[in-house]
């Protein structure tokens, strides 16, 4: 994910689909954690929760 982050120049996150709400709160955590030591902007996005699939 770092490598993402710090070689790619990524820092914008679309989400979809999340399996698990704990999962999504992990990843995100790890994300921004990742992003301040990068100083950088960073946005995430997910899909609604109550939007009917």
Known sequence: ?????NDLKMNHF?????????????????VQRIGEQSRGP???ASDPAGFPR
């Not at 994910?1 to 982050?5: A, D, E, F, G, R």
């Not at 679309?14 to 790890?30: A, D, G, P, Q, R």
């Open 14 to 30: 679309n989400i979809f689909n999340v399996v698990s709400k704990e999962n999504m709160l992990k990843w995100t955590n790890m």
């Open 42 to 44: 960073l946005s995430i």
């Open 1 to 5: 994910m770092s490598s993402m982050l």
